[in-house]
C-alpha cells in the first residue's frame, strides 16, 4: 500500500515569482514513480512531471523541477516564473505495483495573483 | 501523442436508467486503464482496473453489480452504472497506461459528468 500527502490545501503566488508546493509520501516498494499533474477547470489531467525513484538526479521540464528527498519521501514541485496559466489543483501522486496504480494526494489548489 | 478520449463527455439520466460510458486510447494501445471518481474540489479515487480480456479488479467499497467495467480490446474499456441514482452523479475519470512502458505513467481522459435526477 502507498499514502501520498499533501499538506497545503490552497497556495498562492505573485505572477513571474517562485512557488514550491510540498508532498510526501509512503510506499513500501523499490520501484516507484512520482509524479505531479495539473487539474485546471477543464478538469482534464494533466502530467506536469515524474520522477523515477531510482534516479537521484531531480527531474526538471522547463519551469517546473522537483527536490525529491528519497530517505525523507518528500517530493516537493518549484514552478518558477509562475503565470496566469499555472492556476489550477495540483495533485502529487506515486505509481508502483503491478498493475502500476497510482494514488492521488488530496491536491494542492495554486492561485497565481497579477 | 498518447490522448485518451471519453464518451461522453457529460450525461443526464433518469433514477433507474443505466448508462455507459467509454474510453479509448487513440494512438497507443492500453493493456490496462483505470476508472476514477472525483467528487467536486476533491481528490480522484480509484475505483476499478480494468485489464484487457479478463475481469476487472475493484477497489474496497465499489460495488462491481453497480459498475460494470468491460476492456474488451486494446484501445476500448466502458464502464456502466446500472441503476443509476442521484448519489452516483459525479464526474467520472478513465486514464490507460501505455503498454510499452511502465513508468509513463498514465494518460487521462478528459472526463464525464454524470446527473442523475
Known amino acids: 500500500a502507498q499514502t501520498v500527502t499533501q499538506s497545503q490545501p490552497e497556495m498562492s503566488v505573485q505572477e513571474a515569482e517562485t512557488v514550491t508546493l510540498s508532498c510526501t509520501y509512503d510506499?513500501?516498494?523499490?520501484?516507484?514513480?512520482l509524479f505531479w499533474y495539473k487539474q485546471p477547470p477543464s478538469r482534464q489531467m494533466i502530467l506536469v512531471i515524474r520522477q523515477e525513484a531510482y534516479k537521484q538526479q531531480n527531474a526538471t521540464e522547463n519551469r517546473f523541477s522537483v527536490n525529491f528527498q528519497k530517505a525523507a519521501k518528500s517530493f516537493s514541485l518549484k514552478i518558477s516564473d509562475s503565470q496566469l496559466g499555472d492556476a489550477a489543483m495540483y495533485f502529487c501522486?506515486?505509481?508502483?505495483?503491478?498493475?502500476?496504480?497510482?494514488?492521488f494526494g488530496t491536491g494542492t489548489k495554486l492561485q497565481v495573483i497579477p | 501523442g498518447a490522448v485518451v478520449s471519453q464518451h461522453p463527455s457529460w450525461v443526464i439520466c433518469k433514477s433507474g436508467t443505466s448508462v455507459k460510458i467509454e474510453c479509448r486510447s487513440l494512438?497507443?494501445?492500453?493493456?490496462?486503464m483505470f476508472w476514477y471518481r472525483q467528487f467536486p474540489k476533491q481528490s480522484l479515487m480509484l475505483m476499478a482496473t480494468s485489464n484487457e480480456g479478463s475481469k476487472a479488479t475493484y477497489e474496497q467499497g465499489v460495488e462491481k453489480d453497480k459498475f460494470l467495467i468491460n476492456h474488451a480490446s486494446l484501445t476500448l474499456s466502458t464502464l456502466t452504472v446500472t441503476s443509476a441514482h442521484p448519489e452516483d452523479s459525479s464526474f467520472y475519470i478513465c486514464?490507460?497506461?501505455?503498454?510499452?512502458?511502465?513508468?509513463?505513467?498514465?494518460?487521462f481522459g478528459p472526463g464525464t459528468r454524470l446527473t442523475v435526477t
Open positions: 486514464s490507460a497506461r501505455d503498454a510499452r512502458g511502465s513508468g509513463k505513467g498514465q494518460y
Open positions: 494512438d497507443f494501445q492500453a493493456t490496462t
Open positions: 501522486a506515486a505509481n508502483s505495483g503491478g498493475y502500476q496504480k497510482v494514488t
Open positions: 510506499t513500501s516498494e523499490s520501484d516507484y514513480y
